[in-house]
């Protein structure tokens, strides 16, 4: 019988960190087995480093510097030996955003999945990651291979959201998405009171006045 994989779970929400180990461990019995998690960039590389897991499942917007952030930090770092195998990443995040999307591959992932997903497929994507395959939710895919055809713009997409925080992109894709301030609340796990601060901060930056205009301004983005 093979060996399960070994996974760790880099994600800043608690809860969602409790909620992917229990669907593991439902869907997933004697294929995955979670040997640590991690909520900022400092205790992804420090678990990755101590633990050799074969797959990091990895969340896109992380205290310290994003999930690129520990794939960098994670390729200068010496091997803690000469047998140690070099863990593959599959970054599981809320966005769905081209950008992110493609920053992420190029930052060393081996495949980007959202958190709609099932147990069972998450499983599935582990499996297949930790076995060298590339694996996309359908939708993510078309964004990869037209970053790779040159048909979207990937530097000037970047320059607009440069001038936002991590988080002020989050409440920015939702608000887009026609979503309430009390969904946006739930959802990023803040109170409505900074949504509505995030998204004064949002319009101003962008030098735009009204929701409708960031829908259309990330709409002709492809951030939707």
């Known amino acids: 019988m093979n060996e399960p994989v070994r996974v760790v779970i880099v994600d800043d ?10 669907e593991l461990a439902s869907a997933g019995a004697g294929r995955v087995d979670v040997v640590a998690e991690a909520a ?11 633990h050799q897991p ?3 499942l990895l969340d896109v917007h992380l205290p310290g510097g994003g999930g690129v952030e520990v794939m960098r930090r994670l390729s200068l770092a010496p091997p803690p030996s000469a047998s140690a ?17 493609i920053g992420t591959i190029r930052g060393g992932a081996r495949g980007y999945v959202t958190k709609t997903i099932t147990g069972t497929e998450l499983v599935d994507a582990i499996a297949r990651v930790s076995e060298g395959d590339a694996v996309f ?37 939702l608000i887009a998405r026609g979503y309430a301030y009390k ?21 101003r930056k962008l030098q735009l006045s009204s929701r409708h205009e960031l829908t259309r301004w990330a709409n002709d983005r492809r951030l939707l």
């Open 54 to 56: 074969d797959v990091v």
């Open 85 to 101: 195998s070099t863990p593959r990443f599959l970054a599981l995040s809320v966005s769905d955003a081209a950008e992110d999307v």
């Open 13 to 22: 929400h608690a809860m969602f960190r409790a909620g992917v180990r229990a």
């Open 137 to 173: 939710s359908p939708r993510l895919a078309g964004f990869v291979l037209d970053a790779f055809a040159g048909s979207i713009d990937v530097a000037a997409v970047d320059e607009d959201l440069d001038r936002l925080t991590e988080r002020e992109r989050e409440v920015m894709r």
């Open 183 to 203: 969904e946006v609340a739930k959802e990023l796990f803040i109170s409505v009171k900074t949504v509505e601060t995030h998204m004064s901060s949002v319009l």
């Open 40 to 50: 900022d960039v400092d205790q992804a590389v420090a678990a990755i480093g101590s």
